[in-house]
């Protein structure tokens, strides 16, 4: 989905220069702004994403872990053999 990149930066700075300030109730606020903008946002490495890309990431990695369990059920149960007809 279509984000601001710009607007997005600027409010990430502001509210790194608030946390700078002890400024943590314009901090929150700015925090709150950016959950309701779907925006993810890691102190630590400095990046963001939308919550959306999270979303597709989470799916994904699901999908991959249950074709692995299934494969690994399937590797276990012997080879596969053909149903007699009665």
């Excluded at 943590?24 to 925006?39: A, G, H, N, W």
């Excluded at 990046?47 to 249950?66: D, E, G, N, S």
Aim: proline letters at 2%.
């Amino acid at each position: 989905r279509p984000v601001e990149d710009i607007k997005i930066n600027e409010l990430l700075e502001k509210r790194s220069k608030a946390k700078e300030e002890k400024n943590y109730t314009l901090s929150d606020e700015i925090t709150e702004s950016l959950i309701d903008m779907e925006i993810c946002y890691d102190d630590a490495k400095k990046q963001w994403h939308t919550r959306l890309l999270a979303t597709v990431a989470q799916k994904a990695k699901k999908a991959l872990a249950k074709k692995r369990e299934s494969e690994k059920k399937s590797a276990s149960e012997g080879p596969a053999t053909k149903k007699a007809k009665k």
